[in-house]
């Protein structure tokens, strides 16, 4: 139980280009889905928090306009990078948060999308 | 802010060798404290956590105690196998709103190669 999983997993565009990632939890409800960015040989940097129904809360120095994010169902958080450009080339992870449980603080991330844009 | 310091990788060890990645942390309150795994081409899987102080968790023969005294979250493991090969991270939530958000900061990640 509690999968996630991200599509595409692997893309590759032009600057200037926008491209959307699909992040699902396919069998349980998330209330709350997080957004994260790795580099090569670096930790997890978390983007933006995104809550079902409302908008997404991002992090100091990520640009919301940049990254679009939409919470549109309990199984369903969109990460859109618009126009984007070679320095928005990075691993993209998203994680979700289950219903059950009280403030219950496991996160279960998906397998990452690897984005190039040349 | 809140930080997570880990060992840094790589690193390399026999099969059946005693494993410990270091993990110290620096954070406001009470956190809670987590390794998450990292397969080659998986997403990231909670290996284990701890909710407070001398809380150890534990699973598939590794283990960490919650050292508040010592600010840290060490991850050992007795006997390590070739399938154990992977990155290890260690991260801490701590709440950050009435909503019950966790944010989880991440350390940098340990990769870890056992060899036959």
């Known amino acids: 139980g509690a999968v996630v999983s991200q599509h595409p997993s692997r893309v590759i565009c032009k600057s200037g280009t926008s491209v959307k990632i699909e992040c699902r939890s396919l069998d349980f409800q998330a209330t709350t889905m997080f957004w994260y960015r790795q580099f090569p040989k670096q930790s997890l940097m978390l983007m933006a928090t995104s809550n079902e129904g409302s908008k997404a809360t991002y992090e100091q120095g990520v640009e919301k306009d940049k990254f679009l994010i939409n919470h549109a169902s309990l199984t369903l958080s969109t990460l859109t990078v618009t126009s984007a450009h070679p320095e928005d080339s990075s691993f993209y992870i998203c994680?979700?948060?289950?219903?059950?449980?009280?403030?219950?603080?496991?996160?279960?991330f998906g397998p990452g999308t690897r984005l190039t844009v040349l | 802010g809140d930080s997570v310091t880990q060992m840094e990788g790589p690193v390399t060890l026999s099969e059946e060798a005693f494993l410990t990645i270091n993990c110290t942390y620096t954070a406001t309150g009470y956190p809670s404290l987590f390794w998450y795994v990292q397969y080659p081409g998986e997403g990231l899987q909670l290996l284990l956590k701890a909710t407070k102080a001398d809380d150890k968790g534990s699973n598939k023969g590794f283990e960490a105690t919650y050292r508040k005294e010592t600010t840290s979250f060490h991850l050992e493991k007795g006997s390590v196998q070739v399938s154990d090969s992977a990155v290890y991270f260690c991260a801490l939530s701590a709440p950050v709103s009435n909503f019950g958000n966790e944010k989880l900061t991440f350390g940098t990640g340990t990769r870890l190669t056992i060899i036959p």
């Open positions: 994680s979700a948060r289950s219903l059950a449980g009280f403030r219950t603080d496991t996160q279960y």
